[in-house]
C-alpha cells in the first residue's frame, strides 16, 4: 500500500519559538513523510472544520488541535472529508493508526 505522510509541526509550548531543528525532525525519518512548520496552525483549524461542532475531539489546547494522528483513505479530496481515524495523542494512538493502515482497522 502507498502511503503519505504529513507531520506538521505547530507552536503550542511556550518552547516552541520557532520550527523544530534537524535533530527533533529525524525522529521521523522516513522516505514517505513530509514535513513543515505550521506557525499559523492553518492545518489544525482547516483539519477541525471537517467535523461536526457537536463532535467531542481530542487533542486540543487553547482550541487548537495538537499532537494527533488522523488517517484519510486512499485519493481523498481534502475538502471536507473526514478522516477515518483521528486520535491522539500520537504516541497513545500509534497501533490504532497501524492496524488502519494495513486494513485491519475498519
Known sequence: MSVRVLVVWEPMLPTDWSKPSGMVQRRVSDLRVVQFWDKEHLVAKELKQQFPSSQPLCCQRRGILWDFA?????????????????????????DDVRQHLTGHGQ
Open 70 to 94: 488522523a488517517v484519510y483513505p486512499p485519493k481523498v479530496e481534502w475538502n471536507g472529508s473526514a478522516p477515518v481515524f483521528f486520535g491522539g495523542a500520537v504516541l497513545d494512538v500509534a
